[in-house]
């Protein structure tokens, strides 16, 4: 079936560096030395570790608990001890440190007991709970907990289930391999996701220059009796991004204030689909993932590695050549150098480049801006880059908000067109740091001021509360009184000419005000003497008689309110 394609403004073709690593099948990671698995490794809250140091675990054990709904959780990757939960560096650029849980492998290998999971007759609900619990998350790079985009909208009524096998990003092939050699098990995966959302039409998106991908898909959706529709789109860099390949093949704009749910589309990965029936039908959490190794090596290939697994030990499996100075973490164009190379494998890791400076060459010095727009016609999101770059180089990160940095993917499609070699990238990343920077720090200014002031209302609050009471206290005592006098005057006990019950209560209140003011004067006479300052205690004796001489004069001048000078021994 032929269906219109359309197009997405901007986007660039890069040499896309595939084949290298197509012509062997799927290969199984040999089992590292040791795993380091983040506990972070959704987006979302991290989970809460569940294991402790010394504990005996199995293969797809519960490791760390789901933290809120956007969170996702964490499994043994394999059978062994517990050697550390603590912090160890993470492949992030930052290089920081993040609460991992280290695991001695015994060999064995040894799976938890395992059973599928009847999401037939199962609630929606408790199918998006029970892939919570199996880890599963977007593994196309953006690793966003699954369960909740399976959600749908309770307004809009769900129009396309968009499945996207683009994978444009150069170097990378994994999911072109998955789909060649495990398509059934993807399409699948596609069910389940098209029953819990109930779209109108489902259709599997592959850049045209995977041929083999696209006919291994076409061939499981018709063994299996589906009517998903592959369609395979123009390979054009970034057309993997989720909005682009929704414009192209709805012709949809998802807005930025907007999530595609609200256009009546969803979109997930193509791994993604396949790790969600792997955890259904066989009852196995995310405890691996297919991983492009490739760049600087001997024998590029893909790899089926355990969540955990050290990067430089996978690497060697590709033998790299002697100058490889580096791991790039996914793809040329927006992956980046690992701080080590010994950060482990995490969900997000799809491709491993080893880095030199023949594949990748030192750039250019970084020549003036020359405004020639090429930047802004090649954006896939209509920005204006090069005014981006002004402002931000400027640091005027107001500026950059009106131009709608936070808009920017950050796919690399302005830096690689840029003739003045300039970094863009770079820079729009220096910027949204330095935003949120100053959101955070505003937002803990307000915090502290909110404090202060409930602070002082709590205060004055606690201050009227007491003189109140200290007001009713003398009202009823006068009160009390007042009715003593009366019982006295009605048993002919008081004298003539006692004041009326009348008089009696306007005695009370002024009793009442009498004590109220009595409490004022107390308290300003207490913050009197807290703000007296205290420099008495080293005095000399002779400065001791002049402070002396002095009380005495005030006590003779009946000044009372004064406070005592502090004795001292």
Known sequence: MLMNLFKFKGGVKPPT????????????????????????????????????????VLKGQLIGEADGWISAAIHAPTSGTVLDVGMHVQPHPSGLDALCVVIEPDGKDEWIERQPFDYANATPEAVREYLQQSGVVGLGGAVFPTHGKLTPSKTVPMEELVINGAECEPFITCDDLLMRERAEEVVRGIAVFRDLLQPQKVLIGIEDNKPEAAEAMRAAVKAIGEVFLVVQVPTLYPAGGAKQLIRVLTGKEVPAAKRSTDLGVQCFNVATAYTAWRAIAHGEPVVSRLV????????????????????????????????????????????????????????????????????????????????????????????????????????????????????????????????????????FRFAKSEIWAREREKNAADQAKTRFEFKQFREEREKSEKAEKLAKAAAAQAAKKAAEAAAAGESGASPVGEAPAATAAVDSEKEAKKAAIEAAMARAKAQREAAQPKNTEALTPEQQREVATVDARREAAGIADAPPAEKTE
Request: proline share 12%; with cysteine; charged share 15%.
């Open 17 to 56: 560096n595939k084949t290298q690593s197509v012509t062997q099948p799927i290969a199984v990671a040999p089992m590292p030395s040791r795993l380091v698995v983040p506990l972070h490794q959704s987006i979302g809250g991290t989970p809460r570790p569940v294991v402790q140091v010394g504990d005996k």
């Open 292 to 427: 492009t190794v490739t760049g600087n090596v001997h024998h590029p290939r893909n790899y089926e590695v355990l969540i955990g697994t050290p990067m430089d030990e996978l690497l060697k499996l590709a033998t790299p050549h002697p100058d490889t100075d580096g791991i790039i973490m996914g793809g040329p164009m927006m992956g980046f150098l690992v701080p080590e190379p010994s950060v482990p494998v995490v969900k997000a890791t799809n491709c491993l480049i080893a880095h030199d400076d023949r594949l990748f060459p030192p750039k250019a010095p970084e020549m003036p801006c020359i405004r020639c727009g090429s930047c802004a016609r090649a954006c896939p999101h209509e920005l204006q880059p090069f005014e981006m770059y002004w402002f931000a180089r400027a640091k005027n990160f107001g500026k950059t908000q009106e131009y709608h940095i936070f808009d920017c993917i950050e796919c690399g499609c302005c830096s690689f067109v840029c003739p003045s070699r300039i970094p863009l990238v770079q820079y």
